[in-house]
């Protein structure tokens, strides 16, 4: 299942990214606004619910987005500290540990 998700997240993700979706957000809105000065209810709240639908629909793709390109580039510095022999090995894996513990190991500025 885990797959599936990945596999559909990604992929809307990507068309949320290009012009398309844009002109797709920008009809919605110009619906939405059509329904508003239209004074029909059954046309405002089915603007209404299509927004609220799409808005839904979108943050758990960002979000699974955000997730993934933040485990990635945790990944990556946990490599580059790793690789690097002056860095503190215990470093890797700080993200995990409370804000405050996070804060102490932080060099002072």
Known sequence: MAGIFEKITAGCARFTGRPAMFVVCVL??????GAYF?????FLNGANLSISIVTLLLLPIL???Q????????????ELIS???GAR????GIEKEAEEK????????
């Open 102 to 109: 996070i804060e102490r190991e932080r060099p002072s500025r």
């Open 28 to 33: 919605l809105a110009g619906v939405g606004i």
């Open 89 to 92: 090995n215990e470093m890797i």
């Open 83 to 85: 690789a690097n022999s």
């Open 38 to 42: 239209s004074g029909n209810d059954h």
């Open 63 to 65: 979000q699974s987005t």
């Open 67 to 78: 997730n993934r390109d933040g485990a990635a580039l945790q990944a990556k510095l946990d």
